[in-house]
């Protein structure tokens, strides 16, 4: 089992940037996939950004050249760097994470709420 805990949302103005962290209760080392997805209220789950075990990395459209997301395995750690933050950023952002291309066992966090506004 993998537990999954977000930190380092709140509330920010537009253009100002925030760093989300998820440390995973177990090493991350050789995990398939570590994603972040977010969920606006009115709004379906979408996926923001993911980062595969290779290093290859996607990103949404709508948070493309703003968001970066790296991982950190020797820290049991992904993060999600927000730059440039829109109003439309506000939303619970989900970490998840797929240790197994095999198995694909999929575990997600309780989620951080990250606001932007004025």
């Known amino acids: 089992q993998v537990q999954l805990v977000e930190s380092g949302g709140g509330l920010v103005q537009p253009g100002e940037s925030l760093r989300l962290s998820c440390v995973a209760s177990?090493?991350?080392?050789?995990?398939?996939?570590m994603a972040w997805y977010r969920q606006a209220p009115g709004r379906q789950r979408e996926l923001v950004a993911g980062?595969?075990?290779?290093?290859?990395?996607n990103y949404a459209t709508a948070v493309k050249g703003r968001f970066t997301i790296s991982r950190d395995d020797t820290k049991r750690t992904v993060y999600l760097q927000m730059n440039s933050l829109k109003p439309e950023d506000t939303a619970v952002y989900y970490c998840?994470?797929?240790?197994?291309?095999?198995?694909?066992?999929?575990?997600w966090g309780q989620g951080t709420q990250v606001t932007v506004s004025s």
């Open positions: 177990v090493s991350i080392f050789g995990f398939w996939t």
């Open positions: 980062v595969i075990i290779d290093g290859g990395t």
């Open positions: 998840n994470a797929v240790p197994s291309r095999i198995r694909g066992s999929n575990y």
